[in-house]
């Protein structure tokens, strides 16, 4: 299977994907921390928004809602989930804001789909600049020096008459800024099973190395992958959430 081809051709499919995660504790957490942090403001850009799980309970909280996404299927499903958002087809690496933004998140550890030092840099960057004085960027992130390649997550939902399983594992070679992110879907029913497999080139960095790419724009708070509860990093674990208010 192609490249990002889950987000095009299998973009039906994700949500089943994403069926173990509470949209709405993550989206409830960041809005926690935007509350604390942020200036106040509820004018919300996520990147790399997906189907618009999350929108959904920004828009629930009384945000005015945009999204942004690489693949048009994604943002089809987003704009039947949500109508009364704005969608934008557009790469987080290179976007040109028609206005600026209290909060911009990133979910799902998507900020890694910048796939390069340099693309994350010039995300960073776009960021920055389409963020209001005082706004926060918010999304989560992997360190590359704890990735155990071993380690995987898999779950399984029955839909339609059929059971999909899925897994998803992150790679890392042990040197340098590539990983990949592995992405397996099984389809049985009672006549057949298929079976897709999809990598994704992602940049790997150790939260010391991001943290230095952007400092230069925000003051920077890293808290334990809580979304629940607000936790300062404690230097050891390899899920962090980012906080990064403008300078």
């Given at each position: 299977?192609?490249d990002?081809?889950?987000y095009?051709d299998?973009?039906?499919?994700?949500?089943?994907?994403?069926?173990?995660?509470?949209?709405?504790?993550q989206?409830?957490?960041?809005?926690?921390?935007?509350?604390i942090?942020?200036?106040?403001?509820?004018?919300?850009?996520d990147?790399?928004?997906?189907?618009?799980?999350?929108?959904?309970?920004f828009?629930?909280?009384?945000?005015?809602?945009?999204?942004?996404?690489?693949?048009?299927p994604?943002?089809?499903l987003?704009?039947?989930?949500c109508?009364e958002?704005?969608?934008?087809?557009?790469?987080m690496?290179?976007?040109?804001?028609p206005q600026?933004?209290?909060?911009?998140?990133?979910?799902?550890y998507?900020?890694?789909?910048s796939g390069?030092r340099?693309?994350?840099q010039?995300?960073?960057?776009?960021?920055?600049?389409?963020?209001?004085?005082g706004?926060?960027?918010?999304?989560?992130?992997?360190?590359?020096?704890h990735?155990?390649?071993?380690?995987?997550?898999?779950?399984?939902?029955?839909?339609?008459?059929s059971?999909?399983?899925?897994?998803s594992?992150?790679?890392?070679?042990?040197?340098?800024?590539?990983q990949?992110?592995?992405?397996?879907?099984?389809?049985?029913?009672?006549?057949?099973?298929q079976?897709?497999?999809d990598?994704?080139p992602?940049v790997?960095?150790?939260?010391?190395a991001?943290?230095t790419?952007?400092?230069?724009?925000?003051?920077?708070?890293?808290?334990?992958?809580?979304?629940?509860k607000?936790?300062?990093w404690?230097?050891?674990?390899?899920?962090?959430?980012?906080?990064c208010v403008?300078?």
């Amino acid at each position: 299977m192609s490249d990002n081809a889950l987000y095009t051709d299998l973009s039906g499919y994700y949500d089943l994907l994403c069926a173990d995660i509470s949209y709405q504790a993550q989206s409830h957490g960041v809005h926690r921390l935007n509350q604390i942090f942020g200036n106040g403001g509820k004018q919300l850009l996520d990147l790399a928004c997906g189907t618009g799980p999350h929108i959904q309970h920004f828009y629930g909280q009384g945000y005015e809602c945009t999204g942004l996404d690489i693949n048009q299927p994604m943002l089809d499903l987003a704009q039947q989930r949500c109508p009364e958002a704005h969608f934008q087809l557009g790469n987080m690496c290179a976007f040109e804001a028609p206005q600026t933004y209290d909060l911009i998140t990133c979910f799902l550890y998507s900020i890694h789909y910048s796939g390069d030092r340099q693309s994350l840099q010039s995300c960073i960057q776009s960021v920055h600049k389409a963020l209001k004085t005082g706004g926060v960027f918010c999304f989560n992130s992997v360190d590359k020096n704890h990735i155990d390649n071993r380690l995987s997550a898999k779950h399984s939902v029955e839909h339609d008459g059929s059971v999909f399983s899925f897994g998803s594992s992150w790679y890392y070679h042990g040197e340098g800024e590539k990983q990949t992110l592995k992405l397996s879907i099984e389809k049985t029913d009672a006549e057949k099973t298929q079976r897709w497999t999809d990598e994704h080139p992602m940049v790997a960095l150790s939260f010391i190395a991001l943290q230095t790419l952007l400092s230069p724009y925000f003051d920077v708070h890293i808290f334990e992958h809580e979304y629940e509860k607000i936790v300062s990093w404690n230097a050891l674990s390899g899920n962090a959430i980012f906080l990064c208010v403008k300078k």
